[in-house]
Structure formats: C-alpha cells, structure tokens
C-alpha cells in the first residue's frame, strides 16, 4: 500500500491527528506527513478545518449525483450508461466489473421486486472510494420476504438474504443478486423499516436497529476505487466448477439467527438456521461473535439435519472453545448412530 493510500485511509477512519497517525503507521518524518497532506489539499481531494494540533482532515466528496426513474418500463442497463458507468470509467478493470455487476443487479431488483412506482440511484465519488444508493419507496425488503417465505419476524428475512438463493420471483430470478453483490463490494447495506444488514469483508455481518423507520428500501455499497478484488474470484468461491460452476456453497453468520441478548440454544433456532440448506451442497456455519451454543441446537444442527441430508456437507467455522466441544458432543453422538463425519 502507497503512503498516499495509507493516508487516505486514515483521513476516513478518523479526521483527528492524522498527521501523526500517518507518521507512526508509514513510518516517515511528520515534515513528511504533512506534506501528502497539504498536497492532498491543493489536489482538491480533501479538506481541512481548524489550525495546528486541532486541525482536521476529511475527504472532499469529487463528484455526487442523483437521479429519479419511474420503474414502469425501466432497464437496469439505461441507469447504467447513463449514470453509473461515466463515473466509473477511468478506474481499473476490476473495479468498473464489480461495480456494472452490483449496481445493475440492484436496480433490477427495485424495479422488479420493490412495488414502488420509481427508483432514486445516487452516486458519490471520494479520492478513496465510490458509493452507490438505490433507493425506492416500496413495500420494504425485510417485509416482502417475511411474507413470501411465512416467516415470523423480518428480521429472519436477513437471515435469509445471507445465505443466498433467495427470490420472491423464482420463475423470473435466480436469487443470486444480493449475495454475490454483498461479497464483492467493502460494505454493503440494507435498509428497510427499522433494521438495517450490513455485510463487510473480514468484519462479523450484523443487524442494527434504527430509532427512524427507512420506508420502502435503501441499499447502499461502497467499493474502494484501487480495490484487487476481482469479480470472477467471488463467484469461484461459492461455486462447483465440476458441475458448471453451480452456486452450491454458502457461508451463514449466525450471528444473524441471535436476537439481542439471546443465546443459540434451542431446536427451533437451529431449525431456522438449516430453511431452505437443501439448495446447497456445502454450508459453512459461520460462528464468528457466538461465545456459547446449546446442547438442543447443536444436536439439531450436526446429527438429526447431517442423518436426514448426508448429501449435504455441514462445516463450522470460526467456532470458539465452548462452541466446538459442544459440536463435537453432537457429532459423536451422530457417529455412534451412524450418521458419519461431516
């Protein structure tokens, strides 16, 4: 990473006393420092308030726009050329790849999913990072999907959406939009009522409860302009090449089956957690943030759901010292019933 990334970086993580955490974390003298920031300044790429040791950076937003469409007759690819694309164009391949990909699969899904009669896309660029919004004022994601699915609680559609192959119009869509689109970009969120999902690289995915209610859905991306990751590589992750290259894998956090201040410790938990496994081979259990499980939730998880679906294999990850005795109690006992390793 270039100093210059270096900096940028830690202009957005945090506008105070940048430039000595620029000098601790690069490694170079503060008359150094300070100079990518005072030409950072004259680049117009950021902005700075206050004098001396109060002084503070923050990014300079470079370029925002915003737009309505009416869903009625509306193509993906129009918002697009129109909107996306010429903000995008002059960044590496990968990058305008990722970005052609998840915009338009998000705009499709407002257009065919949302009920609303338009889509509001924004798009705002920084010297570090683009962000994209795709907003409508429809029925609401969360909601939609607890009433397609019969579930109890929208937040069990979040759930849902994590794990992936999830559409309310299966004769139209495969369901593969907002997983892959959530895995290719920094951070990605969706809003909806009063929960909002977010999902990053190397973070655990959580659910927040906002004190305002989001009417209908927001969905919100930002990628970083320099990123590596490629588009392609995020597919291959998730899918069988032998068997051309179906979406046969999913990871779910399970972090999203816990209500607040609630443990994973029963049957029906763990029967919420296996909805709809059946559509994968491979399901890696994620307990990344889950200190403890119970006897009941595992049992249901690793030897009754293993001995009724052998065809699909079951993997914990990230799974702590309380979490993995308790699968291992679970997987002996199916053993000795028969039900073999996972």
């Known amino acids: 990473m270039t100093i210059r990334q270096q900096a940028l970086e830690l202009i957005a993580a945090d506008s105070h006393r940048v430039g000595s955490r620029l000098m601790q974390a690069a490694g170079v003298s503060r008359q150094v420092a300070n100079g990518y920031l005072q030409a950072f300044v004259r680049e117009g790429l950021i902005e700075a308030e206050g004098t001396t040791r109060a002084k503070t950076y923050r990014l300079k937003t470079l370029d925002f726009v ?3 469409y009416p869903c009625a007759g509306l193509q993906e690819d129009l918002v697009w050329r129109e909107l ?8 590496p391949e990968n990058v305008r790849d990722i970005w052609h ?22 798009v705002r660029i920084n010297a570090l990072e683009n962000e994209v919004l795709v907003v409508d004022e429809g029925e609401g994601i969360f909601v939609k999907i607890q009433k397609a ?30 997983f ?20 990053a690289p190397h973070t655990e995915d959580a659910i927040v409860e906002q ?58 938990q763990a029967k919420r ?19 403890d499980i119970g006897q009941a939730f595992a049992d249901e998880l690793f030897r009754v759901f293993v001995v009724a679906h052998p065809e699909i294999r079951i993997t914990p990850i990230n799974a702590g010292p309380a979490v993995a005795q308790m699968i291992r109690r679970a997987v002996a006992g199916g053993v000795a019933r028969g039900a073999g390793d996972l």
């Open 66 to 68: 915003e737009r309505s």
């Open 84 to 91: 996306v694309m010429p903000r995008v164009r002059g960044l």
């Open 101 to 122: 990909y998840g915009a338009t699969e998000m705009i499709n899904n407002a257009i065919a999913h949302s009920g609303a009669a338009k889509v509001t896309v924004a």
């Open 149 to 178: 699915l019969g579930l109890h609680d929208p937040r069990e559609s979040i759930l849902e959406l994590a794990k992936g192959k999830l559409t309310t119009a299966p004769e139209h869509h495969t369901g593969q939009g907002i």
């Open 180 to 199: 892959f689109t959530s895995r290719a970009m920094d951070v990605f969120e969706i809003e909806s009522h009063r929960l909002r999902y977010i999902h």
């Open 211 to 268: 004190a305002a209610a989001t009417p209908g859905t927001r969905v919100r991306m930002r990628l970083a302009n320099h990123g590596t990751r490629v588009l392609r590589q995020v597919f291959d992750a998730f899918t069988d090449e032998t068997e051309d290259y179906a979406f046969d894998k999913t990871v779910v956090p399970l972090r999203l089956a816990q209500y607040e201040g609630e443990k994973l410790v029963s049957r029906s």
């Open 273 to 291: 957690v296996v909805y709809r496994f059946e559509r994968f081979k491979r399901v890696e259990l994620d307990f990344s943030g889950i200190s």
